[in-house]
């Protein structure tokens, strides 16, 4: 069983700060992938992480892949109210979800 | 957006009644899943689907089954509700499986068994 624990669940900051959200495992993924949920609707996918050490940007969100394929993190600069929503992860091959970080940016 | 739809999108049923849920797409992706998602556990995989009539177990299987007679539908039965099922059923559907199984989400089905 691969379990994924996402940090930390609840985060509530202003307009325009950074912030970084982490997903971890004991588990080796061979890809790990990023969604985001608004309230109500069904979860959309980001980016799927696959090689050790990757690094993707997505406008002022940035995915890593720990080297060891183990862990991921997400960070956002300068965050906007727009960006409000339950960050999730997930083991592709594995089907499995982290419980989430629910991000709240405040104007 | 991917064409995915659930229904119904919300339900009230009582204990013991059986409830059906429909998803279905227009993609004609191969793979197409069941989740339930509640406060704490995230997205837990129910039931999927890998091929016409061709379905597997998940995590939180018991309780439930599903059945998929066309590419498009999958249906997810619980045949005999309970309070324990109450919960955000989601949908999603992949055109791989496997570590690039890029899965679009349907909106979700409330369902409240009293």
């Not at chain 1, 495992?25 to 990023?34: I, P, R």
């Not at chain 2, 993609?27 to 379905?55: A, C, F």
Request: glycine share 10%; aromatic share 10%.
């Amino acid at each position: 069983t691969q379990l994924l624990e996402q940090s930390p669940q609840f985060l509530s900051i202003q307009e325009g700060e950074n912030l970084t959200v982490y997903c971890n495992s004991s588990s080796v993924f061979s890809s790990l992938q990023w969604y985001r949920q608004e309230p109500g609707e069904g979860p959309v996918l980001l980016v799927t992480v696959v090689t050790g050490g990757e690094v993707k940007k997505l406008k002022r969100l940035t995915f890593q892949f720990g080297d060891a394929r183990k862990d991921s993190s997400l960070h956002i600069t300068a965050a906007q109210p727009g960006d409000t929503g339950l960050y999730l992860c997930a083991g592709a091959g594995d089907m499995r979800f982290g419980a989430g970080t629910r991000l709240t940016v405040k104007p | 957006d991917a064409g995915i739809t659930q229904s119904p999108r919300h339900k009230v049923t009582e204990t013991g009644t059986p409830v059906t849920l429909r998803c279905h797409q227009t993609e004609n992706h191969r793979y197409m899943y069941w989740y339930r998602q509640d406060p704490g556990h995230g997205l837990r995989l129910i039931h999927y689907s890998y091929g016409v009539k061709d379905t597997d177990k998940g995590e939180v299987s018991d309780g439930y089954s599903v059945s998929r007679s066309k590419t498009e539908d999958f249906l997810l039965t619980l045949e005999s509700a309970t309070s324990s099922q109450t919960s955000v059923y989601f949908c999603a559907i992949s055109e791989r499986g496997g570590a690039y199984n890029e899965q679009f989400f349907g909106p979700g089905t409330r369902l409240t068994v009293l």
